[in-house]
Every structure is written in C-alpha cells, then in structure tokens.
T-cell receptor, first 114, second 115 residues
Framework: NAGVTQTPKFRVLKTGQSMTLLCAQD?????MYWYRQDPGMGLRLIHY???????AKGEVPDGYNVSRLKKQNFLLGLESAAPSQTSVYFC?????????????FGPGTRLLVL | AQSVTQLGSHVSVSEGALVLLRCNYS??????LFWYVQYPNQGLQLLLK??????LVKGINGFEAEFKKSETSFHLTKPSAHMSDAAEYFC?????????????FGTGTRLTIIP
C-alpha cells in the first residue's frame, strides 16, 4: 500500500496563476483533509471531505477550492495564487470522522508563490 | 472550543538523556489526545494517542505520554534519546463534539539531539 500520496512535491507559481494539488489514498478511507503548515503556526485545516462528492470548509478556506469526485482522490485548487499562500500543504485521510481516529498524512507539497 | 499549547518551540537534549516535550490542552469536554512526529521532509505520522482507559500511553520508538486530567497535560517522554529522534513533534486534541470533530494541532516542538 502506498498510503497517502501527493503530487506535485514542489511547485513555484507567480502571483495570479492557478494550480491544482492532487491527493490520493489507497486505504478506502471515507474522510480526507487538506492542511497547510506555516512556521510557528502548526497545521491548519483548509477543507475536508466526509465522503465522495462532499466537501466542507475548515479553519482557513479562503482562496482555495476542493473537489472529491472519487473516493480515493481529493483535489485542492488555487484559482489565483497569492504570496500569502506560500506554504507546505499536507493531505490526510482517516477511516471515519470519529474524534479518536488516526489521520494518515501524505509527504506534503511545498508551494512558493512569487 | 479546544486548543493546544506546546511549551518550547525548540528543545535540545544530549544523546542518551531524557526527552520531555510538554503539551497542555484546553477542552470543555473529555478530550482525545495525540502526538504526531514529522521527520525532515516527510509528512506527519502518529506516535501515540489517548482515547480512553489507561492514562499512560505507550507509542512507537520508545515514547510514552501520560494523560493528567487535573493538570490538563499530555507530556511526551522518552527515557534515552537517540539521534534518530531528531524531528518536529506535534501535540493535537480532538473531542466528540458531533459534527465538529476536528483535530486541533499545537505549534510544534523541534527536537535536536546533541551527540
């Protein structure tokens, strides 16, 4: 099992450009999450999904959109990138949304917006 | 609302010495508590978690943590540090608040091991 994978690993964008980050999991998990990690701020939840075809806003959703057309994939889109979106993005998944569930993380995507 | 405070953004210990990483939480309902570890250029992975039952929880790589309700703490310890323990450690809390079972992370503690 590959677990949770993310593509790309690293990307440089210019302000105003768009891009999509792809997350895939092979564990048949229902829940999937997108986080961003910034120095001194820990991980903050951007959007999450409780199942195929569903999405919901997290703590910092502005400037991002997501889609979950297939159970195993969760896409994060930036329509018009801004320097404030320079960050490391992590995707995670869990079997259910119960509070005691372990979340499994991908290796991250490092994004630099110039 | 729930929150997590990790005391010390950087901790250095000598190889073979005790590792102690501090975590305090705030929650209005009984919490579930987690420690995740992030090795350089990798994603987070679970070290250990407390859900119910025994308050002393053992995890991978010789780490353990004790849930102390009276102190609202969940400190992470390891008796003898190894060079491979150098990483960033995140404490996290979640609660059974139906419809809002989110995982809230602390700001992390970077552990450096001195040879």
């Amino acid at each position: 099992n590959a677990g949770v994978t993310q593509t790309p690993k690293f990307r440089v964008l210019k302000t105003g450009q768009s891009m999509t980050l792809l997350c895939a999991q092979d564990m048949n998990h229902e829940y999937m999450y997108w986080y961003r990690q910034d120095p001194g701020m820990g991980l903050r939840l951007i959007h999450y999904s409780v199942g195929e075809g569903t999405t919901a806003k997290g703590e910092v959703p502005d400037g991002y959109n997501v889609s979950r057309l297939k159970k195993q994939n969760f896409l994060l889109g930036l329509e018009s990138a801004a320097p404030s979106q320079t960050s490391v993005y992590f995707c995670a998944s869990s079997y259910s949304g119960f509070a005691k569930e372990t979340q499994y993380f991908g290796p991250g995507t490092r994004l630099l917006v110039l | 609302a729930q929150s997590v405070t990790q005391l010390g953004s950087h901790v250095s210990v000598s190889e073979g010495a005790l590792v102690l990483l501090r975590c305090n939480y705030s929650s209005s309902v009984p919490p579930y508590l987690f420690w995740y570890v992030q090795y350089p250029n990798q994603g987070l992975q679970l070290l250990l978690k407390y859900t119910t039952g025994a308050t002393l929880v053992k995890g991978i790589n010789g780490f353990e943590a004790e849930f102390k309700k009276s102190e609202t703490s969940f400190h992470l310890t390891k008796p003898s540090a190894h060079m491979s323990d150098a990483a960033e450690y995140f404490c996290a809390v979640s609660t059974t608040n139906f419809g809002n079972e989110k995982l809230t992370f602390g700001t992390g503690t970077r552990l450096t091991i001195i040879p």
